[in-house]
């Protein structure tokens, strides 16, 4: 089940490194949305890290096969958790998304992008032999991706849905299948768009038409994608220094330590400073990505690519949220927006491509 102690010599630590450095810099940014205090957010999230670091180093110290040998079992607790939480969970903000276990609140759908790409990693594993999957073949991941996305979004959770069912997508044609089913898939998506449209909550479709035009309502809606580009034009070139940014001081910009950490960030450290912190999650993003390419077998290329994806993936979606690209959606930043689950869930996710990384693949690993 366990490694031995001696792997730890041999991991990646260039890549822990890096996962301080943007923790820290998480940390000095909540604590300037404090106005230059601990509490509550910096010091509460230190101690989450601290907490969730002995699952860190298990999650490492995890014997690749034994992973491999029960992604069905976590597949199956995170459908039973999902479940659990629209019948038994905490009801915050309109939403059923978070179930109370071991005094803390946690929010399952960050735990099924994970659960769904083990399992996804598995089955192409076992299809292998063939070059090509065809879509009888990609039926199966199809079709939990779905029932995954439709669990998540009726909490309602769209923006985790929707990341959800995009790594499944990735997985699928990562694993070999051919470009004309995802461009068919994506095609009738926007087809059915219209249809779709009636099934949104209505603040749903609210996010979408204030993200098309804010000033449709510039006090209400579209009060968060306009503060939020204030405070990142405002912070121009170099930045208003530390602390010393209006817009976080003087509170015009709501959910500043959660959905817009970034905007925060950038009014203190101006470009400069978001292109250094755009350099760090593209390396971070890099180096399991590169290191996919030089292995073999399926299931460690797929929880390599497909893991370290997700946590780039939703550093783009919550800048393009803060700068107006997309709708706000709710995507935290990773290892710097303010929040238990998604920092305990990146945790697990980093662990895992760190024990993976560690492979030299010298013997069959699988049956």
């Not at 822990?16 to 820290?24: N, R």
């Not at 939990?144 to 309602?156: D, E, H, R």
């Not at 959660?258 to 890099?286: H, K, P, R």
């Not at 935290?332 to 305990?344: K, N, R, T």
């Amino acid at each position: 089940m366990f490694k031995d102690f001696k792997t730890l010599l041999e991991i990646n630590w260039i890549y822990i490194f890096l996962l301080l450095i943007i923790f820290w810099i998480g940390e000095i940014n909540l604590y300037s949305a404090a106005d230059g205090n601990l509490e509550p957010w910096a010091l509460n999230q230190l101690k989450r890290f601290i907490i969730f670091l002995p699952i860190f180093f298990f999650i490492i110290m995890l014997q690749p096969k034994f992973i491999f040998n029960i992604s069905e079992l976590l597949l199956i607790l995170i459908v039973l958790g999902l479940i659990g939480t629209l019948l038994f969970g905490y009801t915050g903000m309109g939403a059923k998304r978070w179930i109370r276990i071991g005094g803390f609140n946690l929010q399952i759908s960050e735990f099924a992008k994970i659960a769904l790409v083990i399992f996804m990693a598995k089955y192409f594993h076992k299809l292998n032999s063939e070059k090509t999957i065809g879509f009888i073949k990609a039926l199966i991941p199809l079709i939990t991706s779905f029932a995954l996305f439709f669990l998540v979004a009726i909490q309602p959770d769209l923006g985790t849905a929707v990341i959800i069912l995009i790594l499944g997508l990735i997985a699928i044609f990562y694993a070999g299948i051919n470009l004309i089913y995802p461009i068919v898939s994506l095609a009738g998506i926007a087809l059915a768009s219209p249809f779709l449209w009636t099934f949104l909550k209505p603040y749903q479709q609210n996010r979408i038409m204030i993200f098309l035009n804010p000033d449709l309502d510039p006090l209400g809606k579209g009060y968060h994608i306009i503060q939020s580009k204030i405070a990142i034009g405002s912070g121009g070139q170099n930045g208003n220094g530390f602390l010393g940014g209006s817009q976080s001081s003087l509170d015009f910009l709501p959910e500043k330590e959660t959905d817009f950490v970034f905007a925060i960030f950038s009014e203190q450290f101006g470009f400069n400073g978001s292109m250094i912190v755009l350099g760090l999650f593209l390396i971070f993003f890099l180096i399991p990505i590169l290191k996919s390419f030089k292995l073999s077998q399926v299931f460690n290329k797929l929880i390599l690519f497909v893991l370290s994806f997700k946590i780039f993936f939703e550093f783009l979606i919550n800048i393009s949220m803060t700068i107006g690209l997309v709708p706000v959606v709710g995507v935290a930043l990773p290892f710097m927006s303010y929040g238990g689950s998604s920092l305990l869930s990146n945790l697990i996710i980093c662990a895992l491509l760190i024990n993976f990384m560690s492979i030299t693949e010298k013997k069959r690993m699988f049956s």
